[in-house]
């Protein structure tokens, strides 16, 4: 704990820490006001709620893009909107858009040695 998405000022932002060093990174990043039994992983279990909406009022003073830099070494990242998901530079590069027929869409994840020229018109 914690481990799911927070409210950034711009979006939503994952958060994932899973170990002591992990959860100290993050309350030296974030400048949490933290009690010092939260380092034990059972402690902020049990008190999730209230962690989490620690975590949560200092993640929504910032952008997704300075969290990812603040939060290196833990594992976060930002959750990308549909649009940003599929004008994504990697998107583009595994060629994870296609024309059929004069509209764009989405191309099959599954890669083929030697790719038929043709589409299906199903």
């Known amino acids: 704990v914690p481990y799911r998405v927070f409210e950034a000022n711009d979006g939503w932002f994952a958060i994932g820490v899973g170990t002591k060093r992990q959860w100290l990174v993050l309350v030296e990043a974030l400048g949490l ?9 059972s ?33 976060c990242a930002p959750v990308n909107t549909v649009n940003e998901a599929l004008n994504d530079t990697q998107t583009k ?3 994870g858009l296609v024309e059929h027929k004069g ?8 890669r083929f040695i030697q790719p038929s020229n043709e589409n299906s018109d199903v």
Do not use: F, Y
Not at 34 to 40: F, H, N, R
Not at 64 to 70: I, P
């Open 33 to 41: 006001e933290a009690p010092g039994s939260w380092s034990e992983n």
């Open 43 to 75: 402690v902020r279990i049990a008190q999730r709620a209230k962690v989490e909406a620690l975590v949560q009022s200092a993640v929504k003073q910032h952008a997704r893009t300075d969290l990812e830099v603040m939060l290196s070494g833990i594992p």
């Open 93 to 95: 590069a595994r060629g």
């Open 103 to 110: 509209v764009t869409t989405l191309a099959s994840p599954l």
